[in-house]
T-cell receptor, first 111, second 114 residues
Framework: LAKTTQPISMDSYEGQEVNITCSHN???????ITWYQQFPSQGPRFIIQ???TKVTNEVASLFIPADRKSSTLSLPRVSLSDTAVYYC????????????FGTGTRLTIIP | NAGVTQTPKFQVLKTGQSMTLQCAQD?????MSWYRQDPGMGLRLIHY???????DQGEVPNGYNVSRSTTEDFPLRLLSAAPSQTSVYFC?????????????FGPGTRLTVL
């Protein structure tokens, strides 16, 4: 199980690009890298997933270096509605590895 | 599709009482799981199921039972509630068990044990 390390909290102003980096030094070859978003009083929601290099969807981009020991979630031009907790998950199998969502990064967008 | 539904939304119990938290999904997902979320602790896996009739323990299973008689339903039973079980409980489902499969979460049940 690859342990992940993320900043506990981040603040950003509206309209800026936000980058949240997750460290996972002991990632295994077949592990997925997945990011989830959680708003207050709601369950987490899938944002993006990648294996290597760069992945982009309508919500975010995910940058993964060649050694895969870290990953960076990039949110372009954030708005107040992006205020949430962001979780980085690294692993192959939810059940067998008993994957848990760590404390995540609490992102606060300032008007 | 309703997705993942959970009932009740809120519940207050007294120490020693038992209850069942309900979870249902209409996406025909094989994998279902229960998490609890405590302040500053993230989400921790309680129990999971890879299909009807198959369940297994997660990281924090003590004090909880589960069963999976159908693909759709995955109830979580608290046998004898304790104040330490005060938490927000989330049910999730996904097509498979792989971390590459998107997990869909329910709205949660906020449980208080007095």
């Amino acid at each position: 199980l690859a342990k992940t390390t993320q900043p506990i909290s981040m603040d950003s102003y509206e309209g800026q690009e936000v980058n949240i980096t997750c460290s996972h030094n002991n990632i295994a070859t077949n592990d997925y890298i997945t990011w989830y978003q959680q708003f207050p009083s709601q369950g987490p929601r899938f944002i993006i997933q990648g294996y290597k290099t760069k992945v982009t969807n309508e919500v975010a981009s995910l940058f993964i270096p060649a050694d895969r020991k870290s990953s960076t979630l990039s949110l372009p031009r954030v708005s107040l509605s992006d205020t949430a907790v962001y979780y980085c998950l690294v692993g192959l199998n939810f059940g067998n590895e008993k994957l848990t969502f760590g404390t995540g990064t609490r992102l606060t967008i300032i008007p | 599709n309703a997705g993942v539904t959970q009932t009740p939304k809120f519940q207050v119990l007294k120490t020693g009482q038992s209850m069942t938290l309900q979870c249902a999904q209409d996406m025909n997902h094989e994998y279902m799981s229960w998490y609890r979320q405590d302040p500053g602790m993230g989400l921790r896996l309680i129990h999971y199921s890879v299909g009807a009739g198959i369940t297994d323990q997660g990281e924090v299973p003590n004090g909880y039972n589960v069963s999976r008689s159908t693909t759709e339903d995955f109830p979580l039973r608290l046998l004898s509630a304790a104040p330490s079980q005060t938490s927000v409980y989330f049910c999730a489902s996904s097509y498979g068990e792989l971390a590459g499969d998107t997990q869909y979460f329910g709205p949660g049940t906020r449980l208080t044990v007095l």
